[in-house]
Every structure is written in structure tokens, then in C-alpha cells.
């Protein structure tokens, strides 16, 4: 159901909605501004009401303008190449009993009855649940690079190929990689950062971030230890490997729109700016 702004009102924990009157929120409106509209769902037994607000409220610009690397991962969510981080995010796999459980309750309740009704809204629920926790951790961190960083170097994961592999696809999935992508550069769009992403065969694990040497380190080895003395954390060394692949990638980058500015009209600059851009979010 969609609402015009003049018949919907905001005031504290309530909304007043056309047809349905005045109903009370489980929380207050974050956002200060007009309510343009509303847009009532349902899902998992919940109703929920989702209000679009003109605001002036938007992301800070990068702070201190610097690199980062980062690295994602299963056991640890994201490794950056400052040494910080986010730890790991597997709600699923928490609660994968519980769903289990409830999936097996809900299979020998018998079809149209009340009961069988109560056990899917549970699990529902539950999934809805898992889902949000999911996202607000992935949220958090795509804030924290978006306005931190200025330049953002992640790995472009062959997803699609990986979850080929059944073992690994639910922890992947899990740790929300596609939204992770999804987050980062919407913000990054909001703040004047920028997501490069690096060269899919481009081996940041296997490199030494400290003279660039190439190791066989399988995924169960968790350090790398190199003839040149470097003794590290695997994703910690990713990172490290991957933001200075990003500021290579942008080096050349530039460097190819100061070749094209150089040799073509002012007119065609803008042109060329957009498709280098794609090129190397592809690569
Ligand atoms: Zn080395």
C-alpha cells in the first residue's frame, strides 16, 4: 500500500496511515524530515511500515582520506589492512539446529491445520531474525570503510564458482559477501570514497606482502611464513597484499585519464572517465 505524504503523520512511536487510522511503532523515526510516504509489508507474521523521508542527514565524507585493504573471510569476517577488522558474522550455522528443528516440527504437523500454521510463522520468524542480525553487522561495516577510508581495495571473490562447493556455499552465503559488495558501494557512492576492485587472479593470499615472494599456503594453513623473515596472519596479509594491489590498480587508472585527457577534446573526457571507471570495476 502506498501513501501520500499529506495523509501520513509521524508523531513519536505512532503513524497515522490512511484507511488503517493511527498505529503504534516498535520504535521511534530516526530520520528528522518530511514523510514523503509509506509503504506497509508483512513478512514473517510482522507488520511493518516503511517511511520514505526527504532529510538532510547523509554520510560524512571520508575521514582521513587513506587506503585500506580488505580482506573477507569465513573465519573472521573482514580483515583490513590496518590490522583492524570485523570478526565473523555466522548466525546461520548458530542457529542452524534450531532450524532444523523447527523445519522437522513443522514437516509432520498436519497440512492445514492451526498448528502447522503456528510451526511455519516460528520458523519464519526465526529465518527473518537470523536475516536481520546479518545485515546489521554488514551495515556497521560498510559505514565504518565508507567513511573511514577513501580508497577501498576488496577482492572481486568468484562467488558463483565457490558456491559450487556445497560445504562452503552456506558459510559464504552466510557471511553475505554479495551484500557486503551491494553496501559498500552504495555508501562509498555517499561519501566520495572509492571501492576498486582488485584483479580476480591476483594471488593475495599466496604473495608475501614483505618482498612479494609466492608460497603453495593451503586454505587450513591460518600464517604465512616467508624466507624473508615475514611471519603473519594469512588475511592479514591479504589485506596489506590487496590494498597495495587497489593503489597500483588506481595508479594506472589515473594515469590512463591523464593519457586521455592529454590526447582527447575536454568533451570526450567525461566519456572516457565513465568507461576506464568500468573497466576497472570489472577487471
Ligand atoms: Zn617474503
Known sequence: MNASSHAVQVLGKTVKLPRCGVVRMREELRFAGRVLGATVSRTADGWYVALAV?????????????????????????????????????????????????????????????????????????????????????HKLTTTLATKYSTIGIEDLNVSGMLKNGRLARAIADAGFFEFRRQLEYKAAMTGAQVIVIDRFYPSSKTCSGCGAIHAITLSERVIECGCGLKMDRDLNAAINIRRQALAQHSVERKALADASATVKPASVKQKKSALHRNVQAA
Open 54 to 138: 526527504e532529510t538532510e542527514e547523509r554520510l560524512k565524507a571520508a575521514e582521513d582520506r587513506g587506503a585500506v585493504g580488505v580482506d573477507l573471510g569465513i573465519r573472521t569476517l573482514a580483515t583490513f589492512s590496518d590490522g583492524s577488522g570485523a570478526p565473523a558474522l555466522k548466525p546461520h550455522r548458530a542457529e542452524h539446529k534450531r532450524i532444523v528443528r523447527l523445519s522437522r516440527s513443522l514437516s509432520c504437523k498436519q497440512k492445514g491445520s492451526a498448528n502447522r500454521a503456528k510451526a511455519k510463522a516460528k520458523l519464519a520468524r526465526l529465518h527473518l531474525r537470523i536475516a536481520n542480525v546479518r545485515k546489521d553487522a554488514l
